[in-house]
């Protein structure tokens, strides 16, 4: 289990990197760079504001205030963490909607740990019903 954690601590880093080092690597050919279209910017307002552990899923499991304290703090910091990154000139939307993408997954990936085990077992029925529920509405002809 915690190789698993560790692996895809090192999947995030490693695709993190190489989303910044790409647009060195387009410079090193000789062929001029094809004009990719931009995603639409990511805004600091785009993303949930206010309280993580009453967000969500998280919002659905008893959770004292101790682990409610500790979840808060781990969404303050990587709400910090993405500002900084929507803030920086030198990364492009792809790359700043890469590290905004990691850092949420780290900060869910902290926040699952703070859960009991009987809590991340409620975690992950309520994730699978909501991920089924997604997949069906996404099936359903409009």
Same mark, same amino acid.
């Given at each position: 289990?915690? $190789?698993?954690? #560790?692996?895809?601590? $090192?999947? $995030?880093?490693?695709?993190?990197? !190489?989303?910044?080092?790409? +647009? ?5 050919? =000789? =062929? %001029?760079?094809? %004009?990719?279209? =931009?995603?639409?910017?990511? *805004? ?8 993580? =552990? ?6 659905? !499991? ?15 910091? @990587?709400? *910090?963490? @993405? ?22 997954? @780290? ?9 009991? +085990?009987?809590? &991340?077992?409620? #975690? &992950?029925?309520?994730? !699978?019903? &909501? *991920? ?11």
């Amino acid at each position: 289990m915690n $190789v698993n954690r #560790f692996a895809k601590g $090192v999947a $995030v880093t490693a695709g993190l990197f !190489l989303a910044c080092a790409a +647009p060195g690597l387009n410079r090193a050919q =000789s =062929s %001029p760079p094809r %004009p990719v279209p =931009s995603p639409p910017k990511v *805004s600091p307002a785009a993303r949930p504001k206010g309280d993580a =552990s009453q967000t969500g899923v998280f919002a659905e !499991l008893k959770l004292t205030d101790e682990q409610k304290a500790r979840i808060d703090e781990i969404h303050r910091i @990587m709400t *910090s963490r @993405m500002d900084v990154v929507v803030k920086d000139e030198k990364l492009n939307a792809y790359q700043k909607e890469a590290m905004i993408q990691g850092y949420q997954h @780290m900060e869910n990936t902290q926040a699952f740990e703070v859960l009991t +085990p009987s809590q &991340r077992r409620e #975690f &992950r029925e309520k994730t !699978l019903v &909501r *991920s089924a529920a997604q997949q069906q509405k996404q099936a359903s002809p409009k």
